[in-house]
C-alpha cells in the first residue's frame, strides 16, 4: 500500500509540473499536463490514477490563479481519469489507451463547456473549448511518446504489471 501511495504523490506532483509548464491565452492556459494524466492512468490503479490526477490538477489551478476552476477540475479530471482507466484497467494495448485518452478529452471538453457555460456566458464557454482542444492536440502526440517509453523505465513497467496482476486476482475470487 505504500508503494500506491508513493506512486500516486509522485504522479500527482508530476501532473503538477507539466501542467505549470504552460502557454497562457487570455482565456486560459494551454499546457502539458494531461501527458502526464495518461501516464498515471496507464501505470497507477484505481483509485489512485483518479486521485493523483484530479489534485494534481486542482492544485495547478490554484497555484495559476485559476481558483474558481479548482474544484470543477478536481471533479472533471477526476473523471477523465476514471474514463482513461475504463480503456487500460485489463490491457497493455497503449492504443487502447489512446483511444481512451481521446474520449476523456472529449468528456473534458464538454466538462469545462458546461462549467464556463454556467458561469460565465456561451461565448466563453466555446473559446475556453478552443482552448483546450489545442492543449488536447499537444497532450495526445506527448503522451503517446511517454507510453512508448514505459518499457524503457522497467521500474514503473514492472510495477505496473504487478498491480494490474493482484486486480485480476481479485476479481477472479
Known sequence: MSKKISYTS????IIYILTLIN????????????AGILLACYILPMPFAVFATAL????????LGYTAY???TFIIKGLMALIIRSFVVRSNNKGLAMTGFVVAS??????YLIFNSVMYGEALGIGVVLA???QTFVAIPLGYILL???NRVHSLRDTREIWREKNESKSIM
Do not use: C, E, R
Open 10 to 13: 509522485m504522479f500527482a506532483v
Open 23 to 34: 502557454i497562457k491565452l487570455p482565456f486560459g492556459y494551454v499546457h502539458l499536463g494531461d
Open 56 to 63: 494534481g490538477s486542482s492544485m495547478a489551478d490554484i497555484t
Open 70 to 72: 479548482a474544484i470543477p
Open 106 to 111: 472529449l468528456f473534458m471538453h464538454t466538462g
Open 132 to 134: 483546450n482542444l489545442s
Open 148 to 150: 512508448k517509453s514505459i
